[in-house]
Structure formats: C-alpha cells, structure tokens
C-alpha cells in the first residue's frame, strides 16, 4: 500500500496539467469532476497508506520512496523523493482530507465563474505543490512545494484579475513570502555548505552530530529556515500580506490561506525541529515571535469589519499559538493546533463564503445581522467553528488544542499570560463576529440558500471541529517516535484561566462589541491599519525601489557612453571647420605645424 | 566531417533559401527549417553516439588550413560545445518560425543571414584553432547587423551601430591578445600555433598573462554582457526583429560565456584566478543591477532584453567561482535562460504583430482575449524569476550553491537577485496580462505554429527542471577540466 505514496501528490498534478492545457474546452461538468476526483484519489490514497502505516509501522517507523535522482553534480544528489512518517503522514492526511472537502464546495461556489477550470488548475496545482512540501524528503524538494505552494497563492488571490486590487494583493503576498523564502535559500546554501546533504534525515542527524547546543552555525541555519517560516506563515514581521490576500475566491482563502498553505512554516519548523533544539535562542525567538503575533493579530482582528478579514487576522493570530508551541519545544502540540485549526478555519471561511454569496458579496459586517434564522447553515457552522477558534472548553477540539499549548507555556509566566490574553481576544473578536453578523436586526436581504455540494462539506468540517480533538490519547504516543516522548504537562490550571477567558470575551462581546458603526477611535484606527507594518514598509521598502528604478529608467551608464558619442561628434566637427576648402587655412596649418615640429626637435 | 557539414549545411541552407525566395517566400522559410532540422539531427546523433566518449574531444576534424602560419580549420567537439550547438539549432528552428509571418520583405536575404549568423555561431562553437575561432567571432556580427539593421523597428540602425561598434572594438582587443599569445608562445617554444591545445599551458609572465586574459575577457564582457559593458544589449534586444532578439539573448550571449569557458579560464588560469575576486563582485552587481533596471522599463521587450543582463550576471558568477556545482549551474543557466528568454522575445514579437506596440501602458486585460498567449507569457515569465521544477530555477541553485562555498556575501546578495526578479516578474504579468483591458483589445489568440513553438520551449524547461542529469552528465568531462585548470 505504502508504495502507492507517488500518486498522493501524481493525481492532482496530472489533472492540473489537463485542465491547464485543454480546460477551457471542455464542459463544465467534466471540469468539476476531474478537479474534486483528482483529490479525492488523494485523500483515499493517503487515507489508505495511513492505515497501512498505523496498522503495520515500517521499519524505523518512516517510509522513503525514492521515484528519480533529480540532480547530480560535485556531491549534490537531492532526488525527488518522498518521505513519510508520523508528522507528514498527518499532514498529508488533512491536507488532501481538507482539499477534498473545499474542492467539493467550490463546484458550487465557482459555478458562474467564466474561470471555472482556471480556479480548478490553480487549485489542484496547490494541492500537489501542498503534497510536495509536506512528504519532500529534502529541503530542496521542499523548497519545490514551497514555491510551488506560493505561485498557486499568488494566482489565486489574483483569480479575478480584471481589478487591480487583487492583483496588487497578489502581487504583495508572493514578493513578501518570497522575502522569506530568499532567507530560506540562504539557510540550504550554509546547510548544504556545512554538512554535504539536503536530506532532511541525514541533515538532522548530522546536525546533532556535528554542532554543539547553541553553535553559532546552528543558530544562523535555523534563523535563516524560521526567515522563510515567517514568510509563509505570515509571522511578524512578514504577516503584512495575509489579511490582504483575502482578495481571492474564498474557497481559495480557506484553503490556501487558512487551513493549509499558511501552516507550512509550522511545518518546516517541526521537521527541522533538532536545528532550533540545537539553537536555543533562535527557538526562544519562535515562542517570542508567536507571542507577539498571537497578540497583534488578536487586536487587529477585534476591529476589523470586513468578514474575511477578521478570519484572516484570526489565522495570523492562531498561527502565533503554533509558533508558540514550537518556540516552547511542544512539537506534537503545534502539530495538532495545525490539525485542529485546518477543520474550524476552512469551516469558518466555506460559512463565510455562504454568508457572503447569500448578501450580494456583501463582506461588510456592519452591513450583516440576524443572519441565524434566514441562514441556518452558516449559523449552525459559524457556531460550530467560533467556539472551536475561541476553544469553548471540553466540548471543542480547538480547546483540546489550545489548552496543550497554553499549558506547555506555564513555565514562562510571561509566554503563559499572552497565551491566556490571546484566548480572551479570540473569544472577544470571535463572538462580536457572530452576534453582528447572525444576531439583531437584518441590514441585507438574503438571495441565495446554499446547495448540496456546499452543505455537506461544511456539515462535515462542523462536526470535526467539534470532534477532532478527541484522538488525543492516541496521537500523543503516535508523534513520540518523532519528537520524543515529552511529559504531560499539567493542564488544569491552564484550562481553568482559558476557560475564564472564553467566558470573559463572550460576555464582554455581547455587551461592548454589538454596535451599529465599527470603532473610529486612533487606536482603533491603527489597529484596523494592521499596526502601521504597511505604512512602515511602504516608507522603507517599496517606495525607495520603485523611486530607483523610475530615476534610473535610462540606465545612467548608457549616458557615459552617449556623452562618448557625443564628445567623439564634437571633436569630428572641430576637425571638419580646418577643412574648408581654403588655401590660405592650409598654408598657414603647414606654417604653424612646421614650426612646432622644429621648436620640439630643438627643445628636447 | 560531421562538423563541416553542421556549417555547410546552414549556409547551403541559407543561400538555397535565398535563391528560392525568388519564386516562392513559404520555400525559403521551409528550406530554412529543414536545414535546422537536419542540423538538429545531426547534432542529436553526436551526442547519441558519444555517450561515455574518452578523450578531449568527442569528434575532431582537422583539415590544413594556412600552414605558413599555424592556422588550420580545426574543429572539434566536447560536451559543452555540443549542447550550445544543439541550442543553436533548437533557437534558430524556433526563430525561423517565430519570423514566418513577422517577415515579409526580402524574405530570401532574411534568411540567409539568419542562418548566416547561426552558421558562425556554429563556427564560433565548433572552432579550436584560436584564428579560426576569431575569424567565426567576428563573421557572426555582420548577418547579425543586417538582422538588426533592415528588419528591426523604428530605431534600428542607432541600435545596428551601437552593436557594431561595441562589438567589434572589443573584438579588436580579442584579436590583439590573440597575436600576443602567438608571438609569445613561438619565443617560449619556437613553433608558431593558433592550435588551442597547444597554447594551451604557454608559459606567460604574469603581469603580461593578466594583460592577454583581460583582452580576452573584455570582448567576451561585452557579448555576456557584463555591467558596465551592457547598454548595446536593450538597444540591440529591443530594435532587433524577433527572430535576431532570439538568437541574441539566446546565443549571441553565450559566444561570451563560452569564451570565457574555454579561453579566459584554461588559457590564463593563474591570471583568471587572481581576477576571480572582480569577477565575481561584476557578476553580482549585474545580478542587481539588470533586474532593478528590467523593473523600470515601460516597454515590454526592454524589460526582457534587461532581464538577460540579470541572468547572464548567473553565469559570470558561475564561471569565476569555478567549482563544480557553481559550473554546471553557470551552464544551465546559459541552456535555461536561452529558452525561457527566448520564448519571451517570440510571445513579445507575436503580441507586437497583433497590436503594434511594445508599450506596457497600451496593453492590460490580456488574458481576457488571448489565454493561450497570456498562459505560456506566464509560465515563461515564472521560469524567468526561479520557479523551483523548471529550468532556470537548477542553474541558478546551482550557482549559489557553489558561489555561497567561495563567498557568503556575494552568494547572499545574488540570492536577493531572485527577488528582484519576482518583482519585475509579477510587474509584467500585471501590466499586461491581467488588470482591466482598459483598451478594449481583441486579439487572435496562438496560432497552432506559435502554440507549437512555445509549447515545444516550455517542456524543454520542464525537463530541464525536472531531470536536468542527462544534460549534467554531458557538460561533466568538459567542466572537470575547467575547474582543474582553475584549481592549480
């Protein structure tokens, strides 16, 4: 069964490629079937080689496929090769599971798109770009998944490419995370420089075998690998393009910017988790990182009021919890936020997207209201999903989750109370949410129930996010071949504060955070703007580029070779008035010449 | 034999088109077409054949040429020159079909220089006696200047001079240095040789082997380009019908990187090693510098035209660093660039047929009216700023790879290179291709010869993406040589 493991990724390229090459021609229906079966061959795919795995573990509990030697020059053969353990098996799981169910409910959603088949390609493209990056067995391979993963974004945001917004929204995501990922770049020259192989396995052992705890070639390779993570998991301070990158078709957003593709830092971070365990600084800076970003996020997300923006600002802010887990070495923990938070975010956005399609692209919150009883779905699912975010306790799988991590922070008191603040936001920002857009008084008039196609995935994502915390138990042990057996840490005071939050933030939302008209005030004002990060960048970054590159627009060394030209024309004229036709000129030029001549012949 | 016919056959071709021209314009572009083909072929079976071949040189022909001086018509093949040939053949089979519509005045002259100039650039490959290797150098540019000069655009003879002129005065430099070597090499020894593996290892004083590898060098700089030796390149890429900017950025470039490849390093090792440091530091600013001044152009071909200026900096970089894996990368970046650069000129000269303007302010919203084009503009444009699973993206690792072994800086700064990259990258696909179509075009989409082209260029990336080895595998011999030479 393990060898089927190439077609995990293999299916949804191949029907990337088709729908690329003759989608356009073909109808729609076809289109539809051959972008969600692809997946679905996926999901089946490493459903089954999951089961293969679990019931039967391979020896040394992972499993490497090599399919081709991509490279080979002076000692650098990375091959395109697949890897499969614990962590990636998890990983792919819920990324082909999650894909499958957003694949299925943008055949509803995109249905009026003249793109239909474009949204598909880009699409299935990610998927196996997503597939790539998680089972690569090198960095190399992965750094090909990693870019690969950003170009679909970069497409995607700007799907609808007749407005400029959202090509400029794309345009900033791919330019931002390649930021990162030039840093990341780096980090495989000095990996590869310092110990010979791109390997990940063979890297991490060497790694420990060669560098000593707190080395400073540790601390630059993993600084110069959490570069890139930041970049696509839109940390700070690389989590400017995020909340813009809403642009795209939500499904898109769900998909790419929610449950999947922004996780991929978190991923490269607990795959090369031995370099941060071998550069503590740099691991404390990850938990110093999330922290903050969980914090900023949260501020950012309580005041905005476009719905999509909110949730992204909320995916900012959950990645930070990620982070936090990873920069406190709860590896398994951070993993399991990832899985949690794929379930409850994709649901959150596919009912946003049902919200959104139902009110005429109405994504203003203000403009929302008493949705509950005109859109039971979306309320049902909003529900559902915001008490999974804001980790309604015991019952939730985002509590499960959350607690994990706020309880793996409690020897860092500082660490520990962002965490606690960061729940309180959550909750806050989470249910003014919900009680403006499903509770009051309706403000837009509801056009449109959603189908079948866009029913059954968010059904099915509601009761994961409700439910899927509860494998616990069993996911504990199954990462602790990986990432060593940690100790439990002790949860129950963390549960208790968490729970005193939730409860704080839903009360407070429902008597602070229910009014008519978003907030004006400066703070408020500064925390819509996202902290002032594009003021700032647009000051420092771009503006200055963009002045080169317009100053210098006619290359200023092309000008020392005009004004070569023209000096060589200048002399030429000069030289052309002695020839003038005229006797006395040329007799006077002999003279004068003459008598240079002699006066040099008799002075030297 | 095999080698002489690889000329022969273009310049027959040529001139058999030239002459058929006379009847029929769809002659002279068919003859023109099989001559490549058959080239194609031919090449193909070298390098079939050769697979695992011992020895400097897979196929060597040899004939006496002016023996009172040591000049003979010696041509050889190794694994480099090999595949530049099968680049030169692959480009002028993709230019005579990029120009079968563009072209319709003096078709027949058209396509004799055409494969006039692919004939010397053949030569300039294939040539191994260092007179007859300036004798191809300097007959390539005169075709290359009536491409330019009689079917380029508004401004095109300023940019045939500016051409010429930068070319053949470095040219001159070249031929200087080369006599230099001659004079020298028969005072050490007594026997007077342009025969390369001869010259090869003369003893040279160093000031003076400094002076002879910065001839060599400064003529190649101007062909690579190298920064600040560049500005005939935009003029000349821009003003140039689509076919002559095809085999500009695709090959006439790389005449330069193969000099310095097979003459500036094994011939002057000492002097290229001690140069390496300027070298290095020259091929990183071009990096920089091509892509910041690509992100400022407003005309859609000088904005491919200065990307090359960035790439080819890949290549100076490669080639000065001088191990193994920054080699091989210098080498499929050249391979790479070639065909992502020029299916870009050949998506650029079908949208100027369409609309008549290069302007990037006159287009908008193409991807409306034309997806096929749009699409492949894309993909090519992805390839060009180091999408990871297509060409360019292996060549360039590779550099940095090895650059980063030498030099953490340049290889850091190099590295930024790929970003600016994304942002002249992403600039053109907006600009053009989505946005608002503002203008309300409507255009024909690819033909099925265009669509065949560029289809025929984009697997070629792929491939060189995805399984770059056998190419790897054939350039290895020739590149082990060149880095134990610059190892001494």
Not at chain 1, 292 to 316: C, H, N, P
Request: net charge neutral; proline share 5%.
């Amino acid at each position: 069964m393990l060898d089927l493991l190439w077609l995990i990724p293999a299916a949804p390229f191949a029907s990337a490629a088709v729908l690329l090459l003759v989608g356009r021609r073909m109808p729609r229906k076809v289109v539809a079937t051959l972008g969600v079966v692809s997946i679905a061959v996926s999901a089946i795919v490493s459903g089954l080689v999951a089961i293969a795995f679990i019931g039967s573990p391979p020896p040394g509990n992972a499993y490497d496929q090599h399919l081709w030697t991509w490279i080979a020059v002076g000692g650098f053969h990375p091959g395109i090769a697949l890897y499969l353990d614990p962590l990636s098996l998890i990983m792919t799981l819920v990324v082909t599971f999650v894909s499958f169910l957003i694949h299925l409910y943008s055949t509803e959603f995109m249905a009026g798109d003249e793109g239909y088949a474009r949204f598909f390609a880009y699409m299935n493209l990610f998927v196996a770009s997503m597939v790539m990056l998680v089972l690569g067995d090198n960095l190399l391979l992965l750094y090909l998944g990693w870019e690969g993963v950003g170009l679909c974004s970069y497409l995607l945001i700007g799907f609808w490419y007749r407005d400029p917004a959202n090509g400029r929204a794309g345009q900033k995501a791919f330019i931002v995370t390649r930021v990162g990922d030039t840093s990341m770049a780096i980090g495989l020259f000095l990996l590869f420089h310092m110990l010979g192989t791109l390997n990940i396995q063979e890297l991490m052992a060497r790694a420990r075998a060669d560098w000593p705890v707190g080395s400073g070639l540790a601390i630059a390779a993993a600084a110069l690998l959490l570069g890139g993570a930041v970049g696509k998991s839109a940390q700070l301070p690389l989590q400017t393009w995020l909340p813009d990158a809403m642009a795209g078709p939500t499904p898109t957003s769900a998909l790419i910017h929610a449950a999947t593709m922004v996780t991929a830092g978190v991923y490269l971070i607990a795959r090369t988790h031995v370099l941060y365990e071998i550069a503590p600084a740099v691991q404390l800076a990850v938990a110093i990182i999330g922290a903050a970003t969980l914090l900023l996020a949260g501020f950012s997300a309580l005041v905005q009021t476009d719905i999509k923006r909110v949730l992204a600002y909320s995916t900012i802010s959950q990645i930070g919890y990620m982070f936090l887990a990873l920069g406190l070495g709860a590896w398994s923990a951070a993993i399991f936020h990832f899985m949690t938070h794929a379930f409850f975010k994709a649901l959150l956005f596919l009912a946003a997207g049902i919200v959104i399609e139902a009110l005429h692209q109405e994504h203003n919150i203000f403009h929302m209201g008493g949705l509950r009883r005109e859109l039971p779905v979306a309320f049902w699912a909003f529900l559902a999903g915001g008490c999974a975010l804001a980790g309604l306790p015991l019952v939730t799988a985002g509590s499960y989750s959350k607690d994990w991590i706020i309880a793996s922070a409690s020897p860092s008191p500082a660490l520990w109370a962002a965490a606690i603040a960061g729940v309180l936001l959550t909750s806050l920002y989470t249910f003014r949410l919900i009680f403006l857009v499903f509770f009051g008084t309706a403000r837009t008039p509801v056009s449109k129930q959603p189908g079948v196609a866009e029913q059954i995935p968010v059904w099915v994502l509601a009761v994961l996010s409700i439910v899927g915390g509860s494998e616990r138990p069993a996911y504990r042990p199954f990462m602790a071949h990986l990432f060593g057996a940690t100790p439990k840490p002790p949860e129950a005071l963390s549960t208790i504060a968490a729970a005193a939050a939730f409860f704080t933030g839903l009360v407070c939302a429902w008597y602070f955070l229910r009014g008519d008209a978003p907030a004006t005030n400066p703070l408020a004002r500064f925390w819509y703007a996202g902290w002032g990060f594009d003021w700032l960048y647009g000051r420092i970054f771009v503006r200055p580029v963009e002045w080169a590159a317009r100053v210098n627009h006619n290359d200023v060394i092309d000008s020392m070779y005009d004004g070569l030209a023209t000096l060589a024309r200048f002399v030429w004229r000069g030289l052309a008035l002695t020839e003038n036709g005229k006797l006395r000129w040329y007799a006077a030029a002999i003279a004068g010449g003459t008598l240079i001549f002699v006066a040099l012949v008799i002075f030297l | 034999m095999i080698l002489l016919a690889l000329i022969a056959v273009l310049i027959g071709g040529g001139m058999v088109a030239a002459v058929a021209a006379r009847w029929s314009a769809a002659a002279a572009r068919w003859i023109s077409l099989l001559a490549l083909l058959a080239d194609f072929g031919l090449g193909l079976s070298i390098w079939v054949r050769s697979a695992g071949a011992a020895g400097p040189w897979l196929v060597d022909a040899d004939y006496a040429w002016l023996p009172q001086f040591g000049i003979r018509f010696h041509l050889a093949v190794d694994g480099l020159s090999l595949l530049l040939l099968m680049l030169t053949f692959f480009l002028g089979f993709v230019s005579v079909l990029a120009s079968w519509s563009e072209i319709t005045e003096s078709v027949g002259f058209f396509h004799l220089s055409l494969l006039a100039t692919l004939a010397g650039i053949a030569a300039v490959f294939l040539a191994v006696d260092l007179f007859l290797f300036y004798f191809a150098w300097e007959l390539m540019l005169v075709p290359m200047y009536f491409l330019i000069a009689v079917w380029g655009h508004e401004n095109r003879v300023y940019a045939a001079i500016k051409f010429f002129i930068f070319t053949q005065l470095s040219g001159l430099l070249m031929l200087v240095a080369i006599l230099a070597l001659y004079f020298f090499h028969h005072s050490t020894t007594g026997v007077y040789t342009f025969e390369y593996a001869d010259l090869l290892g003369t003893a040279l004083p160093p000031g003076t082997a400094m002076w002879l590898m910065a001839g060599f060098f400064v003529a190649f700089a101007v062909k690579l380009p190298v920064v600040p030796l560049h500005t005939w390149l935009p003029d000349a890429h821009t003003e140039a019908p689509t076919a002559g900017s095809v085999v500009l950025a695709g090959l006439l470039l790389k005449t330069g990187a193969y000099g310095m490849l097979r003459f500036v390093v094994p011939l002057f090792p000492d002097a290229a090693h001690k140069f390496a440091p300027v070298a290095i530091v020259l091929g990183v600013i071009g990096i920089l510098y091509g892509a910041i001044l690509a992100f400022g152009q407003t005309d859609l071909k000088r904005l491919v035209a200065y990307t090359s200026v960035s790439h080819l900096g890949f290549v100076l970089l490669g080639i000065f660093v001088g191990n193994a894996l920054a080699l091989q990368g210098a080498l499929l970046t050249i391979i790479c660039h070639g065909i992502s650069t020029g299916a870009l000129f050949v998506l650029v000269g079908s949208l100027q047929e369409r609309i008549h303007t290069r302007e990037l302010g006159r287009m908008g919203g193409l991807w409306a009216t034309t997806p096929r084009l749009s699409g492949a503009a894309l993909f090519f444009t992805l390839a060009s700023l180091g999408l990871p699973g297509l060409g360019d993206f292996v060549g360039e690792f590779l550099v940095l790879l090895g650059t980063y072994r030498v030099s953490i800086p340049a290889a850091a700064i190099a590295a930024c290179g790929v970003l600016a990259a994304t942002l002249y990258g992403v600039r053109l696909v907006q600009r053009a291709f989505h946005g608002p179509n503002v203008h309300e075009l409507r255009l024909a989409d690819l033909a099925p010869r265009e669509g065949l082209v560029v289809t025929l260029m984009a697997v070629a990336l792929l491939w060189l993406g995805l399984y770059p080895r056998p190419v790897t595998a054939t350039f290895q011999p020739a590149m082990d040589r060149v880095e134990r030479v610059a190892l001494k």
